[in-house]
Nanobody
Framework: EVQLVESGGGLVQAGGSLRLSCAAS????????RGWFRQAPGKQRELVAG???????NYADSVKGRFTISRDNAKNTVFLQMNSLKPEATAVYYC?????????WGQGTQVTVSS
């Protein structure tokens, strides 16, 4: 069964850090472009960070310098390290793996940043 499972969300104070994990099963994550998206209440889902099959990374301007996307191929997992968190980062964070017509999403993990 193809599955992406996120973990690591929670409640943190502004300025704090969280590390999200996304573990894949049923397919090899490194064969896909991977991304972390987030969706805040009443807002559209947006790309936060992405990592290509070749390992190139890209970030939303709002998180550059504070968030880092990385991978562990041995664990078939992608991570999102989030530092210096701000209240506007509060959202459900989703992991995505995409290649061609194949597009997989996790169930999401809630991140809440208190001021």
């Amino acid at each position: 069964e193809v599955q992406l499972v996120e973990s690591g969300g929670g409640l943190v104070q502004a300025g704090g850090s969280l590390r999200l994990s996304c573990a894949a099963s049923g397919f090899t994550l490194d064969d896909y472009a991977r991304g972390w998206f987030r969706q805040a209440p009443g807002k559209q889902r947006e790309l936060v960070a992405g990592i290509s099959r070749g390992g190139s990374t890209n970030y939303a301007d709002s998180v550059k310098g504070r968030f880092t996307i990385s991978r562990d191929n041995a664990k078939n997992t992608v991570f999102l390290q989030m530092n210096s968190l701000k209240p506007e980062a509060t959202a459900v964070y989703y992991c995505n793996a995409q290649w061609g017509l194949l597009d997989y999403w996790g169930q999401g993990t809630q991140v809440t940043v208190s001021s």
